[in-house]
């Protein structure tokens, strides 16, 4: 059965660092498109990165760009958001989504939630002032 799990969050202090990291037994990962997308309490779910399979493209919103970094280790089937500067409008749960790639697609789709395939359970991460 296809899990994704993540690990990493906590609770830090505004201006600290924390590495997410989402391990998945989807096969062959290197055929999927990993993303980050969370949710904070009463808000509507966010795309956060996302990474192609090879890792060779990324993407972010002004959010988080410059601050974020994604990428994966497929030998590991494992991709990573490494976020730095965090502020405390970054707090949510943090969820893993894996994406199957057949073509290339559309910036739209890879943003879009609902065109991933596969998700985690999701990781929490509190930033105080």
């Known amino acids: 059965q296809v899990q994704l799990v993540e690990s990493g969050g906590g609770l830090v202090q505004a201006g600290d660092s924390l590495r997410l990291s989402c391990t998945a037994s989807?096969?062959?990962?290197?055929?999927?498109?990993m993303g980050w997308f969370r949710q904070a309490p009463g808000k509507e779910r966010e795309f956060v990165a996302t990474?192609?399979?090879?890792?060779?493209?990324?993407l972010y919103p002004d959010s988080v760009k410059g601050r974020f970094t994604i990428s994966r280790d497929n030998a590991k089937n494992t991709v990573y958001l490494q976020m730095n500067s965090l502020k405390p409008e970054d707090t949510a749960v943090y969820y893993c989504?894996?994406?199957?790639?057949?073509?290339?697609?559309?910036?739209?789709?890879?943003?879009?939630?609902?065109?991933?395939?596969?998700w985690g359970q999701g990781t929490q991460v509190t930033v105080s002032s």
């Open positions: 990474i192609s399979r090879y890792g060779n493209n990324t």
């Open positions: 989504a894996a994406k199957k790639t057949f073509a290339v697609a559309t910036i739209s789709d890879i943003i879009k939630s609902v065109r991933y395939d596969y």
């Open positions: 989807v096969h062959p990962f290197n055929t999927y498109r």
